[in-house]
């Protein structure tokens, strides 16, 4: 059996429909849910793909990128063909509600009357408070204005809190890029942990996620919301292992294990044969498992990547903790069709490899650097099976 990750899922999947519970959810949808699932896939050995029914890997590659970037809005990802998040984001014709405090009202009322505000804060500097609140509604000053809300916005949701979490004191942290600066200094770190559940900007249940974006909340609640990696020293023998095999310093070095040290280590320095493995951790708190497992075990396999390849270090275990994963009611029925495919064996050695372009940095990465290694893969996959998604 090549294909562990679909064998797992399936596998999962049987087992949140007979031992889960039912019950309700946000969406009104219905759920069958079920806690604590865990699993861990070895990339040395592929990529996690499903076979099962038609899935664009490039779609989640895209989101990671689009996250990493620390951006809001959905612009990138549209120019990008993926489309996950077009029904949660503001849209052009919206307006904000925008509460005034009194000096800004008394800010519009100087602009109405022609007086420099400077002039009119001075003037109101002795007046009681309630007699400037009288005043400023006699000259039909406004409580609220209507503000234009940026199209395409989503709020501060998972990027901006990586690449930009609030200090106290106004200032912006960069926890994805504080990860990174850890990991190579100091790969032991127990201290490699991005998080984005962020309390003060949790949606308001009540109201639409485009609403919510508008208000300047996050559209969604953070569904992973924290990761971590975890460095591993590979051994001297699998460090010589990794020499070209073609290479003339490598049959030295494996010749000379015995007696001499010290060229084995040169040959190691000067072909910067990786020193560690890199593992990542991630957490989910709600785990959609038809439209959001497969797209998030390989989102958080292609980041591992690309920090591996930054690092030069070789990606090995992306680790999936769900706290509440979950099947849709509305899925069953496509369900059905994905199980009654799995159940021919046919997808049981299907494997998907991928190759990584070496960029020059982290944040320069694109979904087409994502190189497949399996020949005509989309060929072995079934037919699309249409999921919706509910809102």
Avoid at 315 to 338: A, F, M, Q
Wanted: charged content about 25%.
């Amino acid at each position: 059996m090549k294909n562990k990750y679909e064998q797992w899922y399936m596998e999962q999947l049987a087992n949140i429909i007979e031992n889960g519970q039912r019950r309700g959810d946000r969406t009104g949808t219905g759920v069958i849910s079920l806690p604590n699932i865990h699993y861990t896939h070895d990339l040395r050995e592929n990529y996690p793909l499903m076979f099962g029914r038609y899935f664009n890997f490039t779609q989640p590659i895209t989101e990671m990128i689009w996250m990493m970037s620390g951006s809001s809005n959905i612009q990138y990802l549209k120019d990008n063909g993926c489309p996950f998040w077009n029904g949660f984001a503001t849209k052009d014709d919206m307006v904000n509600k925008i509460e005034l405090n009194r000096v800004e009202r008394l800010k519009l009322h100087a602009n109405n009357r022609g007086v420099p505000v400077t002039e009119m804060m001075a003037a109101m500097a002795i007046v009681p408070v309630e007699e400037i609140d009288e005043l400023l509604d006699k000259n039909q000053i406004p409580n609220f204005i209507d503000e234009k809300v940026p199209n395409g916005e989503l709020g501060p949701v998972y990027g901006v809190q990586w690449r930009n979490w609030p200090n106290p004191d106004g200032t912006t942290f960069d926890q994805l890029q504080y990860a990174f600066d850890v990991l190579k200094r100091d790969p032991n770190s127990r201290r490699v942990v991005v998080d984005c559940w962020n309390p003060s900007f949790l949606p308001d249940p009540k109201i639409s996620p485009r609403e919510n974006a508008a208000k300047g909340n996050m559209a969604l609640t953070p569904c992973h919301f924290n990761f971590g990696f975890y460095t591993w020293e590979l051994s001297h023998e699998e460090r010589v292992a990794l020499l070209p095999k073609n290479n003339h310093a490598s049959l030295v070095s494996r010749e000379r294990q015995e007696t001499s040290i010290d060229n084995v280590m040169n040959d190691l320095i000067l072909h910067r044969i990786p020193t560690h493995y890199l593992d990542i951790s991630f957490t989910m708190r709600s785990n959609d498992w038809v439209l959001g497992q497969p797209a998030n075990m390989n989102m958080y396999s292609a980041l591992l990547m690309m920090f591996a390849q930054q690092l030069n270090m070789i990606p090995r275990y992306v680790n999936y903790w769900g706290w509440d994963s979950h099947v849709y009611t509305n899925h069953l029925e496509g369900i059905k069709e994905l199980q009654r495919r799995w159940a021919t064996g046919e997808y049981d050695d299907l494997e998907f490899k991928l190759d990584l372009n070496k960029k020059q940095d982290l944040y320069t990465y694109h979904h087409t650097d994502f190189m497949p290694v399996t020949d005509a893969f989309e060929l072995l996959m079934g037919e699309r099976i249409k999921f919706p998604i509910a809102i």
